[in-house]
């Protein structure tokens, strides 16, 4: 074997050599990310569990559940900034006997995402198991390996009030005027609050109702729930879209309370402290001395 000869060898040697000591430097699980979609162009979102189907939709620039109720567009655009941009590293495992231990299958799964920009699939995927925190196993819904993406589950619900807009009930702009039916009138006058029967009021719980209103949530969506004939309190209140009233109902056998408003189609869940604070009466609102001074007469205040 001639010098030239043994010269490329050991160059050969070395180049080798320098490939793979320099894949034994390489990072063990360099960040990627999953998916590849753009988060401006989706249009629907679509969320399978085992117990329901979620689906969100973009109507013009608002996003809406599928029958029309408001859905929280922040929330929306957050989980899809999330998704878009949620690293992968490199596969966990490639068997179809793993990828159904970690319940990423069509026969087996936690949830499945589907993503649309108007007629297009841009993203489909099984989300199972979490192998550590605020992470979770994915695979693509056609197959191929599985992943532990940077997310979790949770952030995609388990229901449509997951997705619900919770201030949807809320007074549009200013408050202007507030009435319990049969209880009381007051109106917003250069920013106090005054009977409109010239009646003293607490200024504290005045406030607190007023509080209650302009900061209105809701919890779930209670469509299935049966509601008594007649509400337990009917409120309306005028800000800056006109009047709209809001009719309570206490369902005493499970203490709960269900709202429903004609601005907003659906009933909905609020939390009990809320609604007994909305539910207050007249006498609530007034001075302590001089709710008890009227309650000793008996002499009851003429509703507005």
């Known amino acids: 074997m001639n010098r030239a000869m043994l010269a490329g060898l050991l160059a050969l040697q070395v180049l080798i050599g320098g490939v793979v000591f320099a894949w034994n430097l390489r990072e063990p699980d360099q960040p990627g990310v999953f998916f590849t979609f753009d988060p401006?162009?989706?249009?629907?979102?679509?969320v399978v569990t085992e117990e329901a189907t979620i689906d969100v939709r973009k109507t013009g620039e608002t996003w809406q559940l599928a029958d029309g109720k408001p859905?929280?567009?922040?929330?929306?655009i957050d989980?899809?900034?999330?998704?878009?941009?949620?690293?992968?590293?490199?596969?966990v495992a490639t068997s179809a006997s793993t990828a159904e231990r970690f319940e990423v299958t069509e026969a087996k799964f936690q949830k499945r995402l589907t993503l649309k920009a108007e007629d297009d699939v841009v993203a489909d995927a099984y989300f199972g198991t979490s192998p550590s925190y605020r992470r979770v196993h994915v695979s693509e819904?056609?197959?191929?390996?599985?992943?532990?993406?940077?997310?979790?589950?949770?952030?995609?619900?388990?229901?449509?009030?997951?997705?619900?807009?919770?201030?949807l009930l809320r007074p549009v702009g200013s408050l202007k005027q507030i009435t319990h039916d049969g209880e009381y009138t007051i109106n917003s006058v250069n920013g106090t609050w005054t009977a409109a029967d010239g009646s003293e009021l607490d200024k504290e719980e005045v406030d607190k109702v007023v509080r209650r209103f302009e900061n209105l949530t809701v919890y779930t969506i209670s469509d299935d729930a049966e509601l008594p004939d007649s509400p337990t309190a009917a409120l309306t209140w005028r800000d800056d879209q006109g009047d709209t009233t809001l009719s309570l109902f206490h369902l005493e056998e499970d203490d709960d309370w269900i709202a429903t408003s004609d601005r907003v189609p659906g009933q909905y869940g609020i939390s009990t402290y809320i609604a007994k604070d909305l539910a207050l009466k007249k006498a609530d609102l007034m001075p302590e001395v001089a709710a008890e001074t009227t309650a000793e007469a008996g002499d009851a205040v003429p509703p507005e």
């Open 141 to 167: 819904a056609d197959g191929g390996p599985v992943y532990a993406i940077e997310f979790s589950n949770y952030e995609l619900g388990n229901d449509n009030a997951s997705w619900l807009n919770k201030n």
């Open 40 to 46: 401006e162009a989706v249009t629907q979102i679509e």
């Open 79 to 91: 989980t899809l900034e999330k998704l878009a941009s949620a690293s992968s590293g490199w596969p």
């Open 71 to 76: 859905a929280d567009g922040e929330k929306v």
